[in-house]
């Protein structure tokens, strides 16, 4: 079945006013192919659009729309892509998919590697699987800012790393872009003794003569969890390694700040944490561009609650109710510190900040992220957590109240005798959270039922 086949039409849309029927395929607008979602949302953004339609019994139709110039037309497909999501061509030797424990639910392992959930979602993919043709609707359609999982230059090392024979080829298709003005944003998984040295030079090098399509460059650490068995012998960095890689990515950026006015290239939060280093302050990370990869996640934060604490009469904090957080290992000393921060300014602030060990992927494994509610329960019971236990929104499942280990948020609360509740990674809304009022429905918990809402804010009634 074709995949653009209407699921359903939105009554209020300027699809639905025009006539157009659920259980039609979508195959043209404006004598453009639709194959997928960016086709889609590329040939619908005109104000005035001629919809081809064939119905389920083989007939063709035309339809006229007219709406606002990028207005949505309303149509829901079977699924978002409007086609499968492409699975990635690699084994690469550092997969977090491949040190996933045995048994976890199916969706775990699939390894994505779309250009079109690049586009829309910002995942990073490596090139590695894109046809010609591909290329060039990227260029043609301008989809950019793509997000690239870049990892080497050298295409022996990159075809080595990614294990997969045409991976060399994807720094041509980069300069292609470069050439093209087509503006990407570059990870690099760092692997100690492996691209890191004098690899990651030419690596940074090969990039910044890419900018400014080449609009910035993150270096994050490898995760090596104890499911490793059978696979490339690859190591954690350890506390020297990680100080050096992070002394000369410093020193790469502070080169090209001076040539450029930007740094270009950051290490994640994690690289400064493994090496003991001090965060850098706000204004070394520029315009946060690289957040997702962890990179001045922490200094973010810090920042907004120090915002947060500024704009909160002490009054407004006093009758905040004793409370837990739970993070990872490496996050949770500076949880620690706001918590003391937010102490100073209202002496009632009563909260223990928990670091969870994990010992279900490995304790090499200290992003908050990656905690599960198992190694939560197991941990915390027992322990002083208030009336409230605050924990990360991303240890859950996007949109969802389900941890990687498939226990639920439910279990946690029943198991800990406490309410769990998510909080953003947001200054703002951690401060709300310690006072006990968080703006309602959290953006972590939508649809929360109102009963709930009051449970999991005390101070609102
Ligand atoms: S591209 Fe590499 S790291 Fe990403 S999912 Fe595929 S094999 Fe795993």
């Given at each position: 079945?074709?995949?653009?086949?209407?699921?359903?039409?939105?009554?209020?849309?300027?699809?639905?006013?025009?006539?157009?029927?659920?259980?039609?395929?979508?195959?043209?607008?404006?004598?453009?192919?639709?194959?997928?979602?960016?086709?889609?949302?590329?040939?619908?953004?005109?104000?005035?659009?001629?919809?081809?339609?064939?119905?389920?019994?083989?007939?063709?139709?035309?339809?006229?729309?007219?709406?606002?110039?990028?207005?949505?037309?309303?149509?829901?497909?079977?699924?978002?892509?409007?086609?499968?999501?492409?699975?990635?061509?690699?084994?690469c030797i550092f997969?977090?998919?491949?040190?996933?424990?045995?048994?976890?639910?199916?969706?775990?392992?699939?390894?994505?590697?779309?250009?079109?959930?690049?586009?829309?979602?910002?995942?990073?993919?490596?090139?590695?699987?894109?046809?010609?043709?591909?290329?060039?609707?990227?260029?043609?359609?301008?989809?950019?800012?793509?997000?690239?999982?870049?990892h080497t230059?050298d295409?022996?090392l990159?075809?080595e790393m990614?294990?997969?024979?045409?991976?060399?080829?994807?720094?041509?298709?980069?300069?292609?872009?470069?050439?093209?003005?087509?503006?990407?944003?570059?990870?690099i998984v760092s692997c100690p003794g492996i691209n890191d040295g004098p690899a990651l030079d030419r690596t940074?090098?090969?990039?910044?003569?890419?900018?400014?399509?080449?609009?910035?460059?993150?270096v994050?650490p490898v995760?090596v969890?104890?499911?490793r068995?059978?696979l490339y012998p690859l190591k954690p960095y350890t506390r020297e390694q990680a100080a050096a890689l992070?002394?000369q990515?410093?020193?790469?950026?502070?080169?090209?700040?001076?040539?450029?006015?930007?740094?270009?290239?950051?290490?994640?939060?994690?690289f400064?944490?493994l090496?003991?280093?001090?965060?850098?302050?706000?204004?070394?990370?520029?315009?946060?561009?690289?957040?997702?990869?962890?990179?001045?996640?922490?200094?973010?934060?810090?920042?907004?609650?120090?915002?947060?604490?500024?704009?909160?009469?002490?009054?407004?904090?006093?009758?905040?109710?004793?409370?837990?957080?739970?993070?990872?290992?490496?996050?949770?000393?500076?949880?620690?510190?706001?918590?003391?921060?937010?102490?100073?300014?209202?002496?009632?602030?009563?909260?223990?900040?928990?670091?969870?060990?994990?010992?279900?992927?490995?304790?090499?494994?200290?992003?908050?992220?990656?905690?599960?509610?198992?190694?939560?329960?197991?941990?915390?019971?027992?322990?002083?957590?208030?009336?409230?236990?605050?924990?990360?929104?991303?240890?859950?499942?996007?949109?969802?109240?389900?941890?990687?280990?498939?226990?639920?948020?439910?279990?946690?609360?029943?198991?800990?005798?406490?309410?769990?509740?998510?909080?953003?990674?947001?200054?703002?809304?951690?401060?709300?959270?310690?006072?006990?009022?968080?703006?309602?429905?959290?953006?972590?918990?939508?649809?929360?039922?109102?009963?709930?809402?009051?449970?999991?804010?005390?101070?609102?009634?």
């Open positions: 079945m074709s995949m653009t086949v209407i699921k359903s039409v939105d009554p209020r849309s300027p699809a639905r006013r025009a006539g157009v029927r659920a259980g039609e395929t979508l195959t043209h607008i404006n004598g453009h192919q639709i194959v997928d979602v960016l086709d889609y949302k590329f040939y619908s953004y005109d104000p005035k659009l001629e919809l081809t339609l064939n119905g389920a019994d083989g007939s063709t139709r035309t339809l006229r729309v007219r709406k606002m110039e990028g207005e949505d037309l309303g149509l829901e497909f079977e699924t978002y892509l409007m086609d499968r999501a492409r699975s990635c061509a690699n084994n997969c977090f998919v491949d040190q996933m424990p045995p048994g976890m639910r199916k969706s775990l392992y699939f390894k994505d590697d779309d250009a079109r959930l690049s586009f829309l979602m910002g995942n990073y993919l490596t090139l590695t699987n894109l046809s010609q043709r591909e290329v060039q609707r990227i260029i043609d359609l301008r989809i950019s800012p793509i997000n690239v999982s870049v230059t295409p022996v990159r075809c990614l294990k997969n024979k045409r991976a060399g080829e994807a720094i041509d298709t980069m300069r292609r872009f470069a050439k093209n003005h087509i503006t990407m944003n570059c990870q940074l090098n090969d990039l910044a003569e890419m900018y400014p399509a080449v609009n910035s460059i993150s994050v995760g969890t104890k499911f068995e059978g992070v002394d990515v410093e020193a790469f950026a502070a080169r090209h700040l001076e040539k450029q006015g930007t740094r270009l290239v950051w290490c994640s939060d994690e400064y944490l090496a003991g280093r001090d965060l850098p302050p706000e204004d070394y990370f520029e315009e946060f561009t690289q957040l997702d990869n962890g990179v001045g996640m922490l200094t973010l934060l810090a920042q907004e609650f120090r915002r947060a604490l500024d704009l909160m009469e002490p009054g407004e904090m006093e009758g905040a109710r004793p409370f837990s957080v739970a993070t990872g290992v490496s996050a949770a000393p500076y949880l620690s510190q706001l918590v003391d921060m937010a102490r100073e300014k209202c002496g009632t602030i009563k909260g223990n900040v928990y670091p969870i060990v994990n010992r279900f992927f490995g304790e090499t494994i200290t992003v908050a992220g990656l905690v599960t509610g198992g190694d939560l329960i197991a941990q915390l019971r027992g322990k002083d957590l208030g009336e409230r236990l605050l924990i990360p929104a991303n240890m859950l499942r996007a949109g969802e109240r389900v941890f990687l280990d498939d226990v639920s948020l439910d279990d946690v609360e029943r198991e800990l005798g406490v309410p769990a509740i998510p909080v953003a990674q947001d200054g703002y809304e951690l401060l709300d959270a310690i006072c006990g009022v968080i703006p309602v429905p959290a953006a972590s918990m939508p649809n929360l039922p109102e009963d709930e809402y009051y449970r999991y804010n005390p101070g609102v009634r």
